[in-house]
């Protein structure tokens, strides 16, 4: 099925750079941005100039709109006329973007592959990894008698431009040493002025004029000629990139400095082209249909736009920025991001799991609701995030959570987390078979089935389950889920379906670790706790409301869709037999089943265009959830969706192109518009489609 809209901003990143060429809606700011979580507020200015004097350019640039002319008056020039060309073709595809209007075709690279080990790759393999650049072809066709003058510049205020002129290398602009364009084409130079209108009018006698804020490459278009000029676009941070914990960015150690980065990406543009149109080819020749290979390219640029390598003390650190919010590898992130690394760069999982252990792990007490006085011995848990905004958390601490509320954003997710972290090392360890990680963990391994079973209940024969107890971090306070804004239907932890299949995943996890380990007692102990889990949430099953109730407790008669999301884990690690209707789990796989056809088929937790609605309760819905849960249903209870998939992905692509236009890849949306969650990278969930 076609896009909906051509105008969307996407972003454009190299792998680890935490940096963004942003651009794509129409009449809206964008441009390279270093550190951020929205779009650089600057201006992307992309055309050509005809033999008339008029100025034809993509609507990239704030002000842009549909209007086929528009005048503008130049200080110390002749009014000049400006036309915004409308594009016929936008083509963006798992790494490249490409844009096709009058006599112009802009395709921009943004080459991704799996990033070696640190630790035992060479140093060539290194460098050709962390480069910081993208790359761009801009082509222009001037079908005239007379030359034209074609333009690619970046506009922003803040920005205040150097000429870079290095003969037989390459010509471009810097600003601050930091962002930069550059070109080796020939009979292309480099500008910096007021305006393109100004620069291209002739004022004055200097190309390179030290107050512009506009700048770039301009290139002559012989009559009757095309002409396609090379760019790449770079970005360099040098010193320290983090506080609280001083860290540099990795390509420090590759890269000297912005003008070596450039050079390097421009003897090197050939194998980006390589390897753009090598993934470019490895999504089109999936099963997946146009509209889920668009919701999988763009979820891909989206996450290597929030991806961060960092290196301390030689050691490699990976964080994965959230989106907006910019706060350090939140875990809750991880574990839906699980697939997507693993998948590419396995070593990166390890890495933030052992972060979590050393920097961000810590122990709690735990209280009954009804006695929230007594504090019984709880467990070891992790942190929702590691910081925000390169700013390191203390050990032990998130930027995010704060004690003292009850069941609202910004509470602890003590339990989640402890979930999460559990999930990440099962998938983990079944997918690379790294017996060493698991054996040098296997005491926090211990504490995390004890810390689960704890939260249960801390007298075993009491026990039925699923999370009954609270963190002592909530001061007498509740905790929430990664649903954090939803209502209670999947907000709230305690009781909650959604969490208790975490749980039960997690107990799998576990049961098949300890295996590996030969420690048989925790074995049998995670397999009992899993098979409890299970039969209280297969006995939940409400025949008069057709599904079982999202929160196990008050009379609750929400639906979510989320209570399948857990079955994905122990089918990614390989327990098949878990996941089967007649396996050892069966009854409670086959409720599940029974839960999703009922609320799906009912409609109450479908929108009226076909999208997915998570909770029947609350119209808040995350894309990268969807995904997730789509690929259960499809993959793993073998629902027949062929009468909603269609509808489905095509509205979950409206979301993005539409709703979600001037933000890139979103994730969590009302109705069809964002709220929340803008500029994400946790959409990766889609991964999993590859494989179906």
Not at 424 to 446: A, I, S
Not at 534 to 541: A, G, K, R, Y
Request: proline share 3%.
């Amino acid at each position: 099925m076609s896009q909906h809209s051509n105008y969307f901003h996407a972003h454009h990143s190299p792998m680890g750079a935490l940096a963004s060429f942003t651009l794509g809606a129409q009449g809206e700011q964008g441009g390279l941005g270093l550190e951020l979580g929205t779009p650089y507020p600057g201006n992307v200015h992309i055309g050509y100039q005809d033999d008339h004097g008029t100025i034809h350019q993509l609507p990239f640039f704030k002000g842009a709109c549909s209007q086929s002319e528009r005048y503008v008056q130049d200080a110390g020039a002749n009014s000049s006329q400006e036309h915004i060309l409308e594009l016929s073709q936008r083509e963006l595809k798992w790494s490249s973007d490409r844009f096709v209007a009058q006599n112009l075709e802009l395709k921009i690279l943004s080459p991704f592959f799996s990033i070696p080990e640190p630790e035992i790759a060479n140093d060539g393999e290194l460098k050709n990894a962390c480069r910081p650049a993208v790359y761009a072809q801009l082509t222009v066709n001037n079908p005239s008698d007379h030359e034209w003058v074609g333009f690619f510049a970046l506009q922003g205020e803040d920005l205040r431009w150097n000429a870079i002129q290095q003969p037989g290398q390459m010509v471009g602009v810097s600003a601050k040493d930091e962002l930069g364009l550059a070109s080796n084409s020939n009979n292309v130079s480099s500008f910096s002025h007021f305006s393109i209108a100004s620069s291209l009018s002739g004022l004055g006698d200097t190309e390179n004029f030290g107050l512009g804020p506009c700048a770039g490459l301009k290139f002559t278009i012989p009559a009757g000629q095309s002409k396609t000029i090379d760019i790449v676009l770079g970005v360099y941070k040098e010193g320290n990139a983090t506080f609280n914990r001083k860290m540099q960015y990795y390509y420090t150690t590759h890269f000297a400095n912005l003008n070596s980065v450039l050079i390097d990406a421009i003897e090197n543009f050939d194998t980006a082209l390589a390897v753009t149109r090598s993934k470019d080819l490895e999504l089109e020749q999936s099963n997946l249909s146009p509209d889920q290979q668009f919701l999988v390219a763009h979820a891909t640029h989206s996450y290597y736009g929030s991806t961060q390598w960092l290196v301390e003390a030689g050691k490699s650190v990976w964080v994965v920025n959230e989106g907006e919010y910019l706060m350090m590898n939140t875990l809750d992130l991880t574990v839906d991001m699980l697939f997507f690394e693993l998948k590419l760069n396995p070593w990166t999982v390890k890495n933030t799991l052992e972060h979590f252990v050393n920097h961000y792990r810590y122990y709690d007490k735990i209280f009954s609701p009804e006695e929230p006085e007594q504090l019984l011995e709880g467990g070891v848990s992790f942190t929702h995030d590691m910081g925000v905004s390169n700013n390191w958390s203390s050990n032990g601490v998130s930027s995010y959570e704060i004690s003292g509320l009850d069941r609202i954003c910004f509470s602890h997710m003590t339990y989640e987390q402890l979930t999460n972290w559990v999930l990440c090392c099962g998938v983990y360890g079944h997918k690379t078979q790294d017996y060493n990680f698991l054996k040098r963990h296997q005491g926090v391994l211990k504490d995390c089935l004890q810390s689960l079973l704890n939260r249960d209940h801390p007298v075993a024969d009491k026990r039925n389950g699923i999370m009954s107890f609270e963190s002592s971090r909530t001061q007498g306070g509740g905790e929430i889920t990664t649903y954090d804004s939803l209502d209670h239907s999947l907000g709230q932890a305690r009781a909650n379906i959604y969490l208790a299949g975490k749980a039960w995943a997690s107990y799998l996890a576990l049961e098949q670790i300890f295996t590996k380990l030969g420690d048989n007692i925790s074995s049998v102990q995670a397999k009992n706790a899993a098979l409890m889990s299970s039969e209280l949430l297969s006995n939940s099953f409400d025949e008069t409301l057709g599904f079982i109730p999202a929160v196990l407790e008050n009379g609750n008669q929400s639906a979510i869709i989320p209570a399948v999301e857990a079955l994905v884990y122990p089918y990614e690690m390989g327990l098949f037999d878990a996941v089967d209707e007649k396996g050892p789990y069966g009854a409670y796989v086959s409720t599940l089943k029974r839960h999703l056809q009922s609320v799906l088929d009912s409609g109450i937790c479908l929108y009226p265009d076909g999208a997915w609605k998570l909770s029947s309760t609350a119209d808040n819905s995350w894309a990268s959830k969807i995904f997730l849960n789509q690929y259960v249903a499809r993959q793993i209870l073998g629902l027949d969706l062929s009468n909603n998939s269609q509808l489905a992905d095509n509205a979950h692509v409206r979301w993005q192109q539409i709703g979600a236009a001037a933000s890139a890849c979103c994730d969590q949306f009302s109705s069809g518009k964002p709220i929340g969650s803008l500029y994400y990278p946790r959409c990766v969930s889609n991964i999993l489609w590859m494989q179906e």
